[in-house]
């Protein structure tokens, strides 16, 4: 496995395995199963104009219950993450860690001193003054959602730069720190649709701050960055008013069922509890290479390298 390697690279694997694509139930990429309604014939969409985005806006920022005027939207999150770090041009960061492999790389490449920290050991453990700090809520790989308030308190008492990653606050009822958008000046929240509304090919990612911040950002943005067909589909999925709902009911449903068939197949000796739509386990006298070359012979399924 690479330093900074992803899910869902079902091409690839199918070539390795020399079967075909149809033959393998991807479990590796944490995209949402159920997809919303688009009501669109994408035939019909006219690309010989340039793409506005103001509609867009207006309903992203609806759907986060912010301001258009307090989003700056990317080509995707991990764009979002790399932008984030090369525009606050700081010195240090401290990871929650485990985390997603793109803020490490990101850090790395900006050359940032980087600080980690054992969510999973012990969360109050102290952060050096104006370090930019990064947290994923529900956190990557475990799924499990924090009530973070009282670390927002800390970190904003030691002037630190805070960016929250809530890609996958959307499974859960649990609170956004956009609240804190206007009461604090250093703070960023990083939204992903294209996990929730299952649209990993649709690349837009959003950042969210107080207006100052997302207009310093904008400087340095080109004037065209997401096609007609990103915005097109996120605004009619954004138009399916019962996806959330209906789609929060079944990957909870499911949830309970996967973690069921996972303590029951005796192949791991913890699976965790998680709040988001995929599960943390540990194997019993596998490792996980072991367990995807069982699979790899059965030549029907990846397996989630978590």
């Given at each position: 496995m690479s330093s900074y390697s992803h899910g869902g690279q079902v091409e690839d694997f199918a070539q390795q395995l020399g079967c075909r694509v149809e033959e393998i139930i991807d479990l590796s990429s944490n995209i949402n199963f159920i997809k919303p309604t688009i009501n669109v014939d994408f035939n019909e969409l006219d690309i010989s104009s340039y793409p506005t985005y103001k509609n867009l806006y207006k309903k992203i920022a609806t759907?986060?219950?912010?301001?258009?005027?307090?989003?700056?939207?990317?080509?995707?999150?991990?764009?979002?993450?790399f932008t984030l770090f090369r525009h606050?041009?700081?010195?240090?960061?401290?990871?929650y860690s485990p985390a997603y492999l793109e803020y490490k790389k990101a850090a790395t490449v900006f050359n940032y001193k980087i600080a980690h920290i054992n969510r999973l050991n012990i969360l109050e453990q102290d952060v050096?003054?104006?370090s930019f700090v990064i947290f994923v809520n529900p956190s990557t790989p475990d799924g499990q959602l924090y009530d973070i308030n009282a670390l927002m308190k800390y970190w904003m008492q030691r002037d630190t730069t805070i960016l929250i990653d809530e890609s996958f606050?959307?499974?859960?009822?649990?609170?956004s720190m956009v609240k804190y958008i206007n009461e604090y000046d250093k703070l960023y929240i990083l939204k992903s649709m294209t996990k929730f509304y299952s649209s990993?090919?649709?690349?837009?990612?959003?950042?969210?701050?107080?207006?100052n911040n997302i207009k310093k950002l904008q400087k340095n943005e080109p004037m065209w960055k997401l096609s007609a067909f990103d915005s097109t589909y996120l605004q009619e999925a954004l138009n399916d008013k019962t996806f959330k709902t209906i789609s929060k009911s079944i990957n909870a449903k499911n949830a309970v069922l996967l973690e069921k068939i996972l303590k029951e197949s005796n192949l791991f000796t913890q699976v965790l509890n998680s709040n988001a739509n995929y599960i943390l386990t540990q194997l019993k006298d596998k490792t996980a290479q072991e367990l995807l070359l069982i699979y790899k012979y059965s030549k029907t399924t990846i397996f989630p390298q978590r």
């Amino acid at each position: 496995m690479s330093s900074y390697s992803h899910g869902g690279q079902v091409e690839d694997f199918a070539q390795q395995l020399g079967c075909r694509v149809e033959e393998i139930i991807d479990l590796s990429s944490n995209i949402n199963f159920i997809k919303p309604t688009i009501n669109v014939d994408f035939n019909e969409l006219d690309i010989s104009s340039y793409p506005t985005y103001k509609n867009l806006y207006k309903k992203i920022a609806t759907n986060y219950q912010v301001l258009p005027t307090q989003l700056e939207l990317f080509n995707g999150g991990s764009n979002a993450i790399f932008t984030l770090f090369r525009h606050l041009n700081l010195k240090h960061c401290t990871i929650y860690s485990p985390a997603y492999l793109e803020y490490k790389k990101a850090a790395t490449v900006f050359n940032y001193k980087i600080a980690h920290i054992n969510r999973l050991n012990i969360l109050e453990q102290d952060v050096d003054e104006k370090s930019f700090v990064i947290f994923v809520n529900p956190s990557t790989p475990d799924g499990q959602l924090y009530d973070i308030n009282a670390l927002m308190k800390y970190w904003m008492q030691r002037d630190t730069t805070i960016l929250i990653d809530e890609s996958f606050l959307d499974f859960t009822n649990g609170e956004s720190m956009v609240k804190y958008i206007n009461e604090y000046d250093k703070l960023y929240i990083l939204k992903s649709m294209t996990k929730f509304y299952s649209s990993a090919g649709i690349r837009v990612g959003t950042l969210v701050s107080n207006e100052n911040n997302i207009k310093k950002l904008q400087k340095n943005e080109p004037m065209w960055k997401l096609s007609a067909f990103d915005s097109t589909y996120l605004q009619e999925a954004l138009n399916d008013k019962t996806f959330k709902t209906i789609s929060k009911s079944i990957n909870a449903k499911n949830a309970v069922l996967l973690e069921k068939i996972l303590k029951e197949s005796n192949l791991f000796t913890q699976v965790l509890n998680s709040n988001a739509n995929y599960i943390l386990t540990q194997l019993k006298d596998k490792t996980a290479q072991e367990l995807l070359l069982i699979y790899k012979y059965s030549k029907t399924t990846i397996f989630p390298q978590r």
